[in-house]
């Protein structure tokens, strides 16, 4: 099994930074995916970003030049760093593990962006 413990959220104003960080424990493949989902109200839970073990990145078009996601290996740990936050960046944040042998779930963060 692997657990993952979320931090960072909270309310931010538009244009604002925010990080989020997430620590992965357990049976931690040496290959495997980190990433972030969100889910907004009413909407499906979408992929922001992830990255692999060897480093290679993706983003959600809507994100690209606003989030960095990067990653320590020696850690477990996936950081999150979003900038110029934009109202439509609130929802909840999720932190995700997959491998070829397990696949865990953070509880999940909220961000709100909001004046």
């Known amino acids: 099994q692997v657990q993952l413990v979320e931090s960072g959220g909270g309310l931010v104003q538009p244009g604002g930074s925010m990080r989020l960080s997430c620590a992965a424990s357990g049976s931690i493949s040496s290959i495997n995916v980190m990433g972030w989902y969100r889910q907004a109200p009413g909407k499906q839970r979408e992929l922001v970003a992830d990255?692999?073990?060897?480093?290679?990145?993706g983003y959600v078009d809507s994100v690209k030049g606003r989030f960095t996601i990067s990653r320590d290996n020696d850690k477990n740990t996936v950081l999150l760093q979003m900038n110029s936050l934009l109202p439509e960046d609130t929802a909840v944040y999720y932190c995700?593990?997959?491998?070829?042998?397990?696949?865990?779930w953070g509880q999940g963060t909220q961000v709100t962006v909001s004046s």
């Open positions: 990255i692999l073990t060897g480093g290679r990145t």
């Open positions: 995700n593990y997959r491998s070829s042998v397990h696949t865990a």
